[in-house]
């Protein structure tokens, strides 16, 4: 399993930034859960080019951009640069300001030449009860993965995030039920892109109100490789916590 720390914007101190990163380290060495934090960008850089511990790096985002003339951007090689192992991609709130289904596509590719693990973000604004949210995330799926190399496309991870769990409690997460439904769906999805049966190879997470009471639950219930966690992973107690249950 994996757990992947998303802080967000939730994080705006050195001090909370370096408590929380103490509790991952102290933890990270006693579990089998693979850690992932994923700090607003100057903390990453603050954090990440010193870590020697278990626990590893992540990016909120990438430029679209090369390296060049392009003020506030951060490249895939800066951030690969600062220590960073993975990235997140098409997150609901990046696109939410304008990350266009291109947009996405270009982060991947850059992360990938820089040896960044891209996680994708998926998932439905609502759910209809004709099915039209499938269609939604397939196409973002396929916009993503059908640029790359049959070989890279095997090398992103899948979060299901659907927008409307996202920034609640665990009681307006998704079922068990309804995830396993949809996580079944994506990898039908991804052995339609991928080449052979090499798509059972690839990691789907869930992310949206995923909380220490109902974390084990999901990852019961459903074929998911892990979590991507919002809120529950700044509170350093909830989070520890939350790698005990899935561990
Ligand atoms: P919450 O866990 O706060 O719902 O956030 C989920 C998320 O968006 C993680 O990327």
Do not use: F, N
């Given at each position: 399993m994996i757990i992947v720390a998303n802080w967000k914007a939730y994080v705006e101190t050195t001090e909370k930034a370096r408590t929380l990163f103490s509790r991952a380290k102290k933890i990270a060495p006693k579990t089998r859960v693979r850690i992932v934090l994923v700090p607003p960008a100057p903390f990453l850089g603050m954090l990440a080019p010193k870590n020697k511990s278990s626990v590893a790096f992540g990016a909120q985002d990438v430029s679209t951009m090369p390296g060049?003339?392009?003020?506030g951007e951060s490249t895939a090689q800066s951030i690969a640069g600062a220590g960073a192992s993975y990235v997140l991609v098409g997150h609901s709130e990046r696109r939410a300001r304008g990350e266009s289904l291109a947009d996405t596509a270009q982060k991947i590719s850059h992360a990938l030449a820089h040896d960044l693990i891209p996680i994708l973000c998926v998932g439905e604004r609502e759910r209809d009860t004709e099915g039209k949210y499938l269609a939604f995330v397939r196409e973002e799926i396929t916009a993503a993965l059908t640029p790359l190399s049959p070989k890279d496309r095997g090398r992103v991870i899948i979060a299901y995030e659907p927008i409307w769990a996202i920034g609640k409690t665990a009681a307006d997460a998704i079922s068990p039920m309804d995830l396993s439904e949809m996580i079944l769906y994506i990898r039908k999805v991804l052995a339609e892109i991928?080449?052979?049966?090499?798509?059972?190879?690839t990691k789907v997470l869930y992310g949206g109100s995923v909380e220490p009471a109902n974390a084990r639950q999901l990852a019961g219930s459903?074929?998911?490789?892990g979590f991507l966690v919002?809120?529950?992973?700044?509170e350093p107690a909830q989070f520890v916590e939350l790698v005990h249950a899935i561990s």
């Open positions: 060049g003339a392009h003020t991928l080449p052979g049966k090499s798509s059972a190879r459903a074929r998911i490789d919002g809120h529950a992973s700044v």
